[in-house]
């Protein structure tokens, strides 16, 4: 076992692409080490005919996935855009995984992307000594992922500022990278395309540009429909995590996990699950991702300091830490919902006192 703190799909998973690639009889597209079916089988999860399993990585509309997927296949890149949090990068990085083999062929975007992070750069010590060649560029992650026919991920778009995130028009309609120093260009491959994340919450997001909107199908991930759905992924995934971080398993975790969840929900939806009474949300997005990070800090506190059960007092600190971010506006909004809801509920007076003492 890899000693990484996190390792890339393809390999965090690569049993499950082998035993999928294996049982795949459809078309491929070119390029695709797997058919559409093989990677909507490895996103959702499937018990394949020789009884291999295959773990849900996506939890939710089938076919959200499967549009996005077709999309590949297309002309037109992928855009999955939505909340922070809503496994927009996940899914991109399984998809990815799943058709190429390789998930990291990726840029990272920000505010101080440049150009050349999305086309190539110059190895300037070879540049000064041969002059321009092939030799002396720097390929880009896209650059890369046209050549060899994969997929190429840039994440966060958005905060890329407009006049790069327009280099993208002409790569993605021209469909190569032009290098006009040597007069000449990299021609994407069959199977190149690029999978885009961005998200509608962060401040300081730019605009996304109409030219490049249509080079885009969008696909928006939203929030679990669900208190089941959502606690199932954060059930799911604070497993996956448990294992990864050499946590224990925590015998009575769902409880607290279906009060992280109805929590959440409730102060998302201003008003309370039954619908009967209307609160107040605060500014954070309290996203699947934040519960799965409550539970888990919950999970080391209680292994580390507790007596290995998950309780209340466990996950308080970081709960209240996940909904108060505005230290102006939220502890009003939380003190509310803490003393007109919380206080209220049977069986949740240990949460209650547990929050109170922070708070
Ligand atoms: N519907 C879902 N199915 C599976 N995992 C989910 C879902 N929603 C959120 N997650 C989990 O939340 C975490 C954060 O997701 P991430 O991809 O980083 O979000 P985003 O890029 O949208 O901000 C991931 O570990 C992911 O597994
Ligand atoms: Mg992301």
Request: aromatic share 6%; hydrophobic share 40%.
């Amino acid at each position: 076992m890899s000693e990484a703190l996190r390792l890339p799909s393809e390999q965090l998973f690569q049993e499950e692409i082998k035993a999928i690639k294996k049982q795949d009889r459809r078309q491929k597209p070119t390029s695709w080490q797997m058919s559409p079916w093989g990677v909507e089988t490895f996103l959702m999860g499937e018990k394949l005919k020789n009884g291999f399993k295959v773990t849900p990585k996506y939890i939710g509309n089938r076919r959200l996935i499967q549009i996005a997927i077709a999309t590949l296949v297309t002309d037109r890149a992928l855009l999955l855009y939505g909340l922070p949090g809503t496994a927009k990068s996940w899914v991109a990085e399984n998809i990815a995984a799943a058709i190429s083999g390789n998930s990291q062929l990726i840029v990272q975007g920000t505010a101080g992307t440049p150009e050349t992070d999305l086309r190539f750069n110059w190895n300037y010590a070879k540049l000064l000594q041969e002059g321009p060649s092939r030799q002396a560029i720097v390929e880009s992650p896209i650059m890369r992922a046209m050549e060899s026919g994969k997929i190429a991920r840039v994440e966060e778009l958005t905060r890329i500022p407009a006049e790069v995130q327009d280099t993208l028009i002409t790569m993605l309609s021209e469909k190569n990278i032009s290098i006009p120093d040597l007069d000449t260009y990299v021609l994407a491959q069959k199977g190149f395309n690029l999978i885009a994340t961005a998200n509608n919450r962060d401040k300081g997001i730019n605009e996304f540009s109409s030219a490049l909107k249509r080079r885009f199908n969008t696909v928006i991930l939203p929030l679990p429909s669900t208190l089941e759905e959502e606690v199932s992924i954060v059930q799911k995934r604070v497993q996956d995590f448990g294992v990864l971080l050499e946590l224990p398993e925590v015998p009575d975790s769902v409880q607290e996990i279906q009060r992280v969840v109805t929590v959440f929900r409730e102060l998302r939806n201003a008003k309370t699950l039954d619908g009967k009474e209307k609160l107040k949300s605060p500014s954070a997005t309290l996203s699947p991702a934040e519960a799965i990070s409550v539970i888990n800090n919950g999970i080391a506190l209680s292994v580390h300091f507790g007596d290995g059960d998950l309780k209340a007092h466990d996950i308080a600190s970081s709960l209240v830490g996940a909904i108060v971010k505005d230290p102006e506006k939220d502890p009003i909004v939380w003190n509310e919902y803490l003393d007109t809801v919380i206080k209220g509920r049977k069986k949740w007076s240990d949460l209650y006192r547990a929050c109170k003492e922070i708070s």
